[in-house]
């Protein structure tokens, strides 16, 4: 397993940007893919975005391509989320994720790791 700790949420405007990070440990960073869902309060998790093992190609969805960036620093067990030009409906916990497949997974049920989230609020 591998244990994440998000950071780096908050309150912004419309408009406004965060960067949110999530500490791994446990087991060797570069192995997982990782990931960012988020969820709002009654709702299912949501897909945000997944990044490789080595950074490359991330994935998004389609509420978030082109204001949200996924980054991993794998010599600093982090990965990272740029989200820029925020909008209310994005304000939800944003939560990491962590597994040991082969592809991306969009399904909350096949992560294997989660971290516990972060409040991301967004004001109009």
């Known amino acids: 397993q591998v244990q994440l700790v998000e950071s780096g949420g908050g309150s912004v405007q419309t408009g406004g940007s965060l960067r949110l990070s999530c500490a791994a440990s446990?087991?060797?960073?570069?192995?997982?893919?990782m990931g960012w869902f988020r969820q709002a309060p009654g709702k299912e998790r949501e897909f945000v975005a997944a990044i490789s093992r080595s950074g490359d190609n991330p994935y998004y969805a389609t509420s978030v391509k082109g204001r949200f960036t996924a980054s991993r620093d794998n010599a600093q067990n982090t990965m990272y989320l740029q989200m820029n030009s925020l909008k209310p409906e994005d304000t939800d916990v944003y939560s990491c994720a962590a597994y040991s497949g082969n592809y991306y997974r969009t399904l909350p049920n096949d992560i294997d790791d989660w971290g516990q989230g972060t409040q991301v609020t967004v004001s109009s």
């Open positions: 446990g087991r060797t960073f570069s192995e997982y893919i």
